[in-house]
Nanobody
Framework: QVQLVESGGGLVQAGGSLRLSCAAS????????MGWYRQGPGKQRELVAA???????TYADSVKGRFTVSRDTAQNTVLLQMSSLKPEDTAVYYC??????????WGQGTQVTVSS
């Protein structure tokens, strides 16, 4: 059974930091990339950051310089360090895993709320 277990969301004041963690288990295929998407109130789900099996990274323009994605390949874990948080970062954050066969797995989501 595939599981993506997320942790680390919560409420933080603007300018603060949070770290999200996601551990993937039960995925039998090789993983091409892991990362995070988010969906704010009334908005579509969007890519926040992703990291490939060769450590290439991609970031949304809105988070560049503030968020850092990292991965423990052996543990199938992906982290998102978020700093200088803004109210517009408020969203449900979803862990995402893409296999080498381009199959997508999603976590249940964790709420991040940034107060002004």
């Amino acid at each position: 059974q595939v599981q993506l277990v997320e942790s680390g969301g919560g409420l933080v004041q603007a300018g603060g930091s949070l770290r999200l963690s996601c551990a993937a288990s039960g995925i039998r295929l090789s993983i091409k990339s892991m990362g995070w998407y988010r969906q704010g109130p009334g908005k579509q789900r969007e890519l926040v950051a992703a990291i490939t099996s060769t450590s290439g990274t991609t970031y949304a323009d809105s988070v560049k310089g503030r968020f850092t994605v990292s991965r423990d390949t052996a543990q199938n874990t992906v982290l998102l360090q978020m700093s200088s948080l803004k109210p517009e970062d408020t969203a449900v954050y979803y862990c995402h895993t893409l296999t080498v066969t381009n199959f997508n797995y999603w976590g249940q989501g964790t709420q991040v709320t940034v107060s002004s």
